[in-house]
Structures are given as structure tokens and as C-alpha cells.
């Protein structure tokens, strides 16, 4: 004869836009009592319980939970597109520094479970992150991916490092190739809310390393996979819903003890301007198991040129009377010079001469100023001012 099943002590049900906690012993005790005076009896049998009088704790509302996976949706590699404008690296652009960072992703055994990629601002980091990620995706090593701006992430009242973990084990039950046992673990942190309310390492250690630990034998050959972290330094600076410079460095730290632990079998890549907390991290404690691309070590030059040359190949389909070849080397070269080795520079560059669908006129206008030869001190004033936004 079989045991009779155990009973899990707590129970996650939805009253009206909430989330509560009951305890199942009490529920139990209730539904067993005749006549008990909460529980009522339907002509079907059913019985109907009055959770108002159980201990219940609340656990979140429903606008909060769509909150989450709004988050938990922005914060993927693929949206970065369609919510920011940031686009993929051109083909054939920036492929020595996206081959230095495929090579620690992909290398049998890297000195560094850790990379961290940085720049100063307009160098075209989440460009190289986003392509970073497809190829990962593509080649069947991508773990998860997190992009942030702190302007067009959504907010909510729960902290941003309850996501993170959240996310976090989501995708690695939806991509890491391992056996149905560790996806269905990992994908039980639905039914374990109060973990959410605890130190992010912890959250670490029970939602992925446990499950990790627990099928070692089965996930020893899964090859290491890639987390994407990119614009945590954007989070801290703007103060988006409350992240500080502590959460930042608690989601840093907690990420460099899982790298120490053998079973965790993942990669992180952490993207973001030489400054601030993140630095000051791989400066400090990550120094021993990180290793740095400075992707302004890359002449981006070349890349430029190709990038300017896409962009007016484009800007003459809409212009089908301007000359076959234009605007000229001559012109290429000079807004080149003028980018100084800024993609960002290049596109606000772009979208000042070719915004607002001018007209013909206006076109060559914008695009005398952008190389200097304009007289008209308006239009080089509009364009410096939006250069020196683009570089915020």
C-alpha cells in the first residue's frame, strides 16, 4: 500500500487583481470539518471556501505580475530594435571586436568565466551586444539576455534584481539543453514567490544553482552558455525605479560567486561605459576571473565609412534624381572625420541631414552643414546641439 501523499505546506490562488499565500494545513483542516461555518456546499458538491478568513499574505497584484513579464520581455535582446532604435552592427562592421568577444564566448575553456565590454558613450556597445547575442543564439550558447536604457524600460514596485533572477531562470528552463528534470525545476520558481523577498545571491543559489547541483551528472556535457548584460550603468545613473549603485554592485557580486561555483555552467558578458560602479567591480573583485574588450582599441574608421555609405544608398531611393554617385568620397571622408570614431555621432549625423522627410533642397542643406560647408550659423548650432545630446 502506497503513502498517502504529502501535503505542501503553502498555496499560491488569486483572490479578485491579487496574489496570496493560504496554508494548505489550514485550508485542509477547514474542507475536512462538517458544517465548518467558511465553507459552503454547492448543489454539485463543490465546496466554496471564505479565504477572507484564512491568514492569507499578499504576494502581488495583477497589474504588478504584467508588470514583470513586461519587463522580463523589454529587458530580451530582440526588442532592443523596435523600443530604442539601436540596431544590429552592419554587416561586415565591427567584426574584430565581435570576433575577440565570439572567441572568449565560444573558446573550450576560457581563463574567464566573465567579459566585460566598455566604451565611452556613442561607440556603438549595444550595437556589438545585440549582434553578440544573435550569434550566440544562433550558434545554440545563448542562456539569456538583458538590455536596459533606463528611459523606455518599463517600471514597477518590485526591484529590478528580483527580475533579473526571475528572468533569468525562465530562459535557461526554455533554452538550456538539459534534462526535463532541471527545466521543471527551474521553471518551479512560479510556485515560490517568498524567495523573491530575499538577498539576490540567495535567489541565485536556490532557483538555478540548486537545480543546477541536483542534475550534475546529467548537465556535465552541457557546453558553457552566455548571459548578456547590457546598461546597468544607465539603470544606476538615471536612478530607474529606485536601482542604485548597492543593487547594481549586489547583482555583480552574486553573478561573480556563481561563475566561482563549478555548477554553474554559463558565461557573463556585462557591457557598459568605462565608469561608475561596473567598473570600479571589474576593477576590484572580478578583476581575477574577467577579462576586458575596450572596443575602442578597434579602429572604427572603415566601419564608419561603410555605415555612411548604407545610410545614403538608402536616402537616395528617396531621391531618385540625385546623381548615381553620391555624396562623394570626398564627403564620406569628411563626415568621417567629423563622426571621430562615434557611431552615435554617425547616426544622429544621419538622421539631422535625412529626419523629417525634407525636401530636396533642405536634403543638400543639412548635408552642407554636416560636412562645414554652410554658412547658414542656425543650422550648425541645431546640429552641435544634437551631436552633444547624442553623446549623453
Known sequence: MSAPPTIPTKLTVRVGDKLVYVDRNELGQMLSTPNHPNVSVLGNGAKVVNVDSLKCTTLKTKSEDEAERLLITWAKYESVGPRTGVQFCLANTRTCAQAKIVEWATGHQPATPMLWVTSDAGMGKTSIALSIARACERKGILASTFFFDGKST?????????????????????????????????QAIRNDNDIFSKPVQEQIDELILKPLRNCKAETKNISSLVIVIDGLDH????????????????????????????????????????????????????????TTVNIEDFKADEDIALFYENAFDNIQDHFPDLPDVWPGNNVIEALVKRASGRFGAANTIIEYISGDRPSRNVLLKRL????????????????AHLLEIGEK
Open 235 to 290: 539603470l544606476v545613473e538615471s536612478g530607474w525605479d529606485g536601482f542604485t549603485s548597492k543593487d547594481c554592485r549586489e547583482l555583480l557580486v552574486a553573478l561573480r560567486k556563481a561563475c566561482g561555483d563549478p555548477s554553474f555552467p554559463f558565461r557573463v558578458m556585462v557591457s557598459s561605459r568605462p565608469e561608475g560602479d561596473v567598473k570600479d567591480f571589474f576593477s576590484t573583485t572580478a578583476r581575477d576571473i574577467s
Open 368 to 383: 552642407d552643414c554636416a560636412v562645414g560647408r554652410s554658412t547658414d550659423s542656425a543650422e550648425e548650432r541645431s546640429l
Open 154 to 186: 518599463p517600471k514597477s514596485e518590485t526591484k529590478l534584481n528580483t527580475y533579473f533572477v526571475r528572468a533569468l531562470a525562465q530562459e535557461m528552463s526554455q533554452r538550456v539543453p538539459g534534462p526535463q528534470e532541471l527545466k521543471s525545476a527551474l
